[in-house]
């Protein structure tokens, strides 16, 4: 067995060095600088910061029904768009693995054009699906099923189908990975004693899958969480997020500080959706 030549700490520093000094430099810094400014305040009627720490914003946030609703609107809908993504992607991705054959590699790799494209340019093609005269409601006129075009566009169900669209392939491929990894002989020992499919899937497959659904369900929660373009875009001003509000006010209004406690907020739903996916990856693995 070749043996691993030793790296002298200082080599090692060298090479960690660049890598550590831009993370300190455009995340740690200006995380830092966030964090204290969202608890500035702004001078009415000016652009001048009042540099005294308060809770003033963190107090607006929570006192203001529109900026909860904003969050509430955000949270539910990075839910549901979670949900979504797992029920389309749990059977797709084990199609992958089980029946794509020399195919998987490709279909792979189209899975995740989208987040290899940015989020831009397929939103803008989904505006020319999705809008009174595009390809689904004139589709669905040609056909007589409609008289009158659906409402795609400027609300939840428009903004839905982007970041399932947009998130899909985080969570078919920690599903993909974590199918590979399930031994086909667990599914037909199951069947060979008498398991029903349904009593497979869910004592046996299930189970075993749980790592990667909670892995791609994390993914694509925070993902739909932050999400900015695809909202603005599809939801045409009309569906409000809190990364809509945040741009807004650091955009528009001009209230910084105000702005970075609205980040703040979302960065700390973050924070809980990480710590309940360990919590629950630390309890599969004392049981799977």
Known sequence: ???????????????????????????????????????WSQTPGSLRMDTNLTLA???????????LGGLWTTLWLSAVVTLICLILALPLARWIVLHAGRAKGLLIGLSILPLVCG???????????????GFINGGLKAMGLIQTSLPLLGNITGV????VQAFLPLMLLPLITTIER??????????????RRTVVWRRVL????????????????C?????????????????????SLAYQQAALVLDWPFASALAMVMLLFLLLACVLGALVMRRLGRTV
């Not at 030793?6 to 830092?32: E, H, K, S």
């Not at 963190?58 to 203001?64: A, C, K, L, N, S």
């Not at 667990?186 to 069947?191: D, L, S």
């Not at 299930?206 to 929660?221: C, E, H, N, R, T």
Request: proline content about 8%; some cysteine.
């Open 206 to 221: 299930l189970p075993l899958m749980m790592p990667g659904i909670v892995a791609g369900s994390l993914l694509v929660f």
């Open 57 to 67: 914003n963190y107090t607006r946030i929570v006192g203001d029904s529109y900026y």
């Open 182 to 195: 399930i031994p086909a002989d667990y599914e037909k020992a199951a069947m060979s004693l008498g398991a």
């Open 160 to 163: 839905t189908i982007g970041l």
């Open 1 to 39: 067995m070749k043996e691993t030549p030793d790296i002298r700490p200082i080599t090692t520093a060298m090479l960690v060095a660049p890598a550590a000094c831009l993370m300190f430099g455009v995340f740690v810094l200006p995380f830092a600088y966030l964090l204290v400014l969202s608890f």
């Open 119 to 133: 989020a831009l340019l397929p939103t803008l093609g989904l505006v020319n699906l999705l809008s009174p005269l």
């Open 223 to 243: 993902a739909s969480l932050t999400a900015f373009v695809t909202p603005q875009i599809l939801g045409q001003g009309k569906v409000v997020t809190f990364a």
